[in-house]
């Protein structure tokens, strides 16, 4: 048996490992393009930031460990330039030597990732545009940042000296979890930091009133953010620093330019090879990571794979179902029946001191599928027990099914117990769990670490109410036409209140129903909406048409613009 | 429809609320003996430590709240001294005017908790020894340590004042959560602690080895620990301070004595109605907290409960179940068909720096009840990507059925992600998820948070691995016999080396494999127990009989003593 993969980072690494320890008689070759495999891509923000300071330590495993501990044939700067796969053959080129040789092979494995998208800018090639993929990239970056750049250097008329400045203006472009770490890295760096995203929000994934959340951490930090208009070029001025030219007709000046508009899966390879690529432009596999050549596997980035939760096919260029993939595809190829159960897309972004996580589907992505079968709550629980010091609001998301209860998928974010909350998310969502097996959750609590009720617990509470019908759910975007009722107390609305709102007091509502319209739906609010729901029982039960509107006034922060 | 609610904590109160939401009209009156009702007792060593600074910080909710918001006949300072099933009334008495009036209900909700257990010792009394279960006892425990004690005073004999000392010394009785959580926060207030417990560990939920870590912690903060030694009395010295006698015959002299060896449910009137107590010695009640008479429901610490892994029944005095208790005993009032699903016993106590958390059955558990259809696995992987800083090692144990694959248990330690890999464990157990789920779940990753295999994936994959049959599994203490082999590399023998075990680094295996023994079962070992899983797969392929021992010189370290 003889197996090529043709990458060496995330998933072709995972897949060559784990082919050696389930098959020592193997012969497998594993090349990679660049100079370097197994390396952790996802720190290269962090390295350039300084955060990890030595690029050694984003070398997970060498070529020489592949060779000695696994005894895989492992070749760096060797690219496959050429697939027969009649012959069952691939042409590699020797990037130092300049050779090419050709080497057969019983089962083929492609793991070429995905590419940085570079779309054909004027001025794309300046010096000082930078993507951020590999160690090299981290590198030049650094080196970049490091050396001073002859953009905004003078001579000193004093001293007649030319002073070389470093750079001290960034414009990044495009708000996904690359960007957005690059900016955050920046920022670290003493940078001023411009973000330009062509889309409405930044992080793409998220529900845009979260996205809101997160643009107000950028704000905060001072990075200046320049949503819905996308770049048209750039240009060098005269000085020899960068312009970013934008569609809308602004120039932003800046003397690095880092690219994170999003990538591409690598599929040249397997067009090379004839094999079928999906709608989404990833090379089509079965649960085996099969293409649709039989002797052909692929995995990574460059591969579609089937939502967990829509079933839909979808591009998930994360690391975590990268390593299973990889996994699975030396399981098959061992004889194995092991199965890729499909993305949640579960996954986590630092913004500076806060954290944002998803899992499941987003209610645009379910909009979009024309799923009407679905409600959303937001909550904003403490991270933590409120009387223990360091406890931080969460602003959670839940989207789950009102016909089975089922949960469908959750967003978080936060200062504190974001990763925790967003993994029992993930583990209840795998498990196919109901908003009501959330509410029983028996999850960890002492004052330091969670609550006596999680908000997880929280979470499954919310929406038992609703689609036990003990709170009809409403939302700000819907409550025209009702009459608005707020039951915070007098000092929170000299802070902040909503025109319009009729004011009670819940200690004081069940002395006043007298005050309350019966012909007309009554939608209740207060802080976070726990006042409000028991308001709303109180309502209900006294034969009152109400609605309980999820988040109270801490989602209105988020869907009414200030 | 009138119900009446002795004990207005955790699980009284939660009730109280719940039962007010789902039924407006009914009369609800709930009374508590203490000063107090819905406050934080999990809060009250830190309070004691200083941590959380005001007391008023523990009051989660007032009596006045109570009566205004949820219109409750809360009563505080009021027990229950006489119950009449028959009549289906209470007998209640006011602590302040000292009068007894009777109350009729339809259904009586028993939520008394359990009471910190007191030996009947000889010096019990003493002044300066204590319980921590309300917030009198810590505002006593809070002036003593700060008014300062005539214990350890002495006359200046330049002066001529009386210098009156601050407490100095601790000794903490009992090594379960309250005493560890007392230990810790007494140091933090630098107090010199000894921790005397009868057992032969701390934390006896814990299985032995993984206490072991625990009790290093101690240790490593000052601690003096007394383990195998219960307590045998207390004496006042010549001069004010105390003295703790221990059955070994040891005298541990103390300022202040912390008593913290367990609680014991509340059960005088239970037994006053005339209800099934259970043989754990807690009230018995049904899925739906109702105790052995249908009109009189209990919740709380009070009553034993099914333990959601082995259908034993146990005793759990933790919040979060309490509360899930007390919204389920509400709901059953209320007509509906809510159900405790039984408790996992997921918790998790702050120890220093580090925290320790569990889930679901210990193997000693599991032992006691004669099971041996299960395996335990031993890991110790990064909280998150090693390779961005701050990242901790985690001491992991995982318990699992062999025949089918069900997880069924497990304990987490470590400085860093421990709450985030506990509640993973326990929404998977809950799920009664297998450890393929685990190996397949999509957690979320970014360097600062995780690892693209996240240690609860790692887990997963370890026991599948045996479970499958690709790697026979070890532990230390079944060695005897085998050939023993180091796979680790020379430097890391000379730092410490495992008498009569064989070196043969991994990398050099394949070529040296004429040096192993054919005859003799080969248990291989290395660090963390990776290098000898590649190892062992080396050696199986090649005819070997071999086993992998869990965890590496990482369990040896647990399970030798030194």
């Keep these: ?64 460990m592949f060779r000695a501990q696994f005894a895989i044939d492992c070749r760096t700067r060797c690219e496959v330039v050429g697939i027969s796969p009649k012959q069952k053959a691939v042409e590699l080129k020797n990037h130092v030597s300049g050779e090419v040789t050709t080497e057969k092979y019983d089962k083929l494995v492609l793991s070429p ?25 981290a590198r030049n970056i650094r080196e970049w940042l490091e050396r ?6 003078c001579i000193n008329t004093y001293t007649g000296f ?41 992080m793409p994934p998220l529900d845009p009133e979260m996205a809101r959340i997160v643009e107000r951490y ?77 002797d052909i596997f692929a995995v990574g980035d460059a591969v579609e794979v089937r939502d967990f939760v829509t079933g839909q096919w979808t591009l998930i260029p994360l690391a975590g179902p990268a390593n299973r993939q990889g996994r699975i595809a030396a399981d098959v190829i061992a004889g ?26 987003s209610e645009k992505i379910l909009a979009q ?29 839940v989207l789950f099914r009102k016909s089975d209860g089922r949960l469908l998928g959750a967003q978080v974010l936060g200062e504190d117990g974001v990763a925790k909350r967003i993994d029992s998310f993930a583990m209840a969502l795998q498990m196919r769990c109901t908003i009501y097996d959330l509410e029983e959750a028996e999850l960890c609590y002492a004052p330091p670490f969670g609550s006596a009720k999680d908000p997880v617990n929280f979470a499954g509470m919310v929406a038992a109410n609703i689609l036990r019908g003990d709170v009809p759910l409403g939302h700000w975007d819907s409550v025209d036409g009702g009459f608005l009722l707020d039951v915070r107390n007098p000092p929170e609305l000299a802070v902040e209140s909503v ?43 006294n034969g009152f048409e109400v609605r309980n509107i999820s988040g109270g006034m801490l989602s209105r922060s988020m869907v009414v613009a200030k």
């Design 1 to 64: 048996m003889k197996v090529i993969i043709v990458g060496g980072v995330a998933g072709g690494a995972s897949c060559a490992a784990r082919l050696r320890r389930l098959d020592e008689k193997a012969e497998i070759i594993m090349v990679e393009r660049g100079p370097y495999v197994s390396y952790a891509n996802c720190g290269l923000p962090y390295h350039v930031g300084g955060v990890i300071e030595q690029e050694a330590s984003l070398l997970v495993a060498t070529e020489q």
């Design 113 to 137: 990732g995905a590419a940085p998208i570079r779309p054909p800018l004027p001025g794309i090639d300046l010096p000082g545009i930078f993507s951020v993929r590999t160690v090299p990239d």
């Design 148 to 153: 001073g750049v002859a953009a905004g250097s």
């Design 162 to 202: 030319q002073t070389v400045t470093k750079p001290k203006r960034a414009v990044v472009v495009g708000g996904g979890f690359i960007g957005l770490e690059m900016v955050e890295n920046l920022v670290h760096r003493g940078l001023e930091v411009t973000l330009v995203e062509k889309l409405n929000q930044v």
């Design 218 to 294: 950028m704000v905060k930090h001072g990075v200046r953010l320049e949503l819905n208009d996308g770049v048209a070029g750039f240009q060098q001025s005269t000085d020899g620093s960068l312009e970013v030219l934008t569609s809308a007709g602004k120039r932003h000046p800046a003397d690095i330019v880092i690219l994170a508009i999003g990538v591409r899966p690598e599929t040249a390879l397997a067009k090379m090879a004839g094999i079928e690529i999906g709608q989404r432009g990833g090379i089509r596999v079965d649960e085996q990571m099969r293409t649709t050549n039989p």
């Design 336 to 361: 194995r029946d092991s199965r890729f159960r499909g993305t949640q897309g579960t996954s986590i972004c630092q913004i500076f001191e806060a954290a944002i996580a998803q899992t499941g589907a």
């Design 369 to 397: 599928l024309g799923e009407k079968d679905f409600e959303k709550i937001y909550l904003y629980p403490n991270s933590h027990a409120g009387y223990y010091p360091g406890a931080k609001m969460l602003a959670i998301k």
């Design 499 to 541: 025109p319009g709102a009729f004011n009670i007091p819940l200690p004081q509502l069940r002395a006043r129903l007298g005050e309350l319209p019966r012909d007309r739906e009554i939608h209740v609010f207060c802080r976070s909406a726990q006042r409000s729901y028991y308001a709303t029982r109180i309502l209900l039960q």
